[in-house]
C-alpha cells in the first residue's frame, strides 16, 4: 500500500499502521479514509497530501 505525506507538516500516513488514536484501522487505505478526517499534526483534510 502507498504512503501519504501531508504537503503541510510533512506527517506520513502508513496505511499499514493507520491512524488509530483517530479512528483509523491498521490496514486502511488512504483512499478509504473518512473524509471528514485531518491530519493528525496540522489538521489539513486529504486533499492536502501527496504519494510519497
Do not use: H, L, R
Request: proline fraction near 8%; charged fraction near 30%; include cysteine.
Amino acid at each position: 500500500m502507498q504512503k501519504y505525506v501531508c504537503d503541510v507538516c510533512g506527517w506520513e500516513y502508513d496505511p499499514e499502521v493507520g491512524d488509530p488514536d483517530n479512528g483509523i484501522a491498521a490496514g486502511t487505505k488512504f483512499e478509504d479514509i473518512p473524509e471528514d478526517w485531518e491530519c493528525p499534526e496540522c489538521g489539513v483534510s486529504t486533499e492536502s497530501f501527496s504519494e510519497v
